[in-house]
């Protein structure tokens, strides 16, 4: 009655770091149902032969018939990619460049989290400030926020009722709202980082000493509405 074979089927980990591999015992021989199985030294017992949310490494699972005789499986192992999925944002005005790194090739990539597509360039966008994504071969997702800044944005904004003054700036500037509500901001810079965001009341300066010269992306929101305007700091 003593067990003395079994089949192990595993499950590698999708991505970096998650849990989902799994491990499956099949076609056990010798002794008698039901068995019992126990992962990685857990004294809690299972009468499944199915082990999921497991991580990567090196795991054991010991079996134990209903007749008292057992084996232990050494050396399971549990693989993940070599490296997290990762994405950098490369802009040039209206243009972006998606690059990936880890996980696991082929990518694809997107700008809204849903159409993917194998080229990882996007043009012809409006100013803003966007998501880029990328998609491995086992569906992991990375992305990273990103600014547009190109040619579609005027130095004093593209709206009558909101603008920004004076522009370029080195110290402090304010923001004009003719609507009466009291507008936020957000400050970032050409990779998409937010580096400053508050409220602009009437007539108070913002200031960004704090901001080396460049070019910055100012998103002001009054209520439901957003306007993108270039900041430019010297």
Do not use: W
């Not at 005005?93 to 694809?108: M, R, T, W």
């Not at 700008?111 to 086992?138: P, R």
């Not at 909101?162 to 110290?171: A, D, E, K, R």
């Amino acid at each position: 009655y003593q067990i003395f074979n079994t089949n192990v089927n595993t499950t590698n980990v999708s991505c970096f770091e998650a849990s989902n591999g799994s491990i499956t015992i099949s076609n056990i021989q010798g002794d008698l149902p039901p068995y019992l199985f126990y992962l990685d030294g857990n004294q809690n017992a299972s009468v499944d032969s199915f082990f999921n949310n497991i991580i990567a490494g090196t795991h054991t699972v010991r079996i134990v018939g209903s007749e008292g005789s057992e084996i232990i499986i050494e050396d399971i192992v549990i693989s993940q990619p070599l490296a997290p999925l990762t994405i950098t944002a490369n802009t040039d005005e209206n243009l972006v460049e998606l690059v990936a790194n880890g996980g696991v090739a082929p990518y694809s990539f997107s700008i809204d989290g849903v159409t993917y597509q194998e080229t990882n360039q996007f043009d012809n966008l409006l100013d803003g400030i966007y998501q880029g994504y990328v998609k491995d071969a086992n569906n992991c997702i990375s992305n990273i926020e990103f600014s547009i800044i190109g040619t579609s944005t005027s130095d004093n904004g593209f709206s009558q009722h909101v603008y920004i003054y004076p522009n370029p700036v080195s110290q402090r500037f304010y923001i004009y709202a003719a609507l009466s509500s009291i507008p936020k901001y957000y400050i970032y810079n050409t990779k998409g980082q937010l580096m400053q965001n508050g409220t602009s009341f009437s007539k108070h300066p913002i200031l960004i000493s704090d901001l080396k010269p460049g070019i910055y992306l100012v998103k002001i929101k009054i209520s439901n509405k957003i306007e993108c305007l270039k900041l430019v700091v010297i």
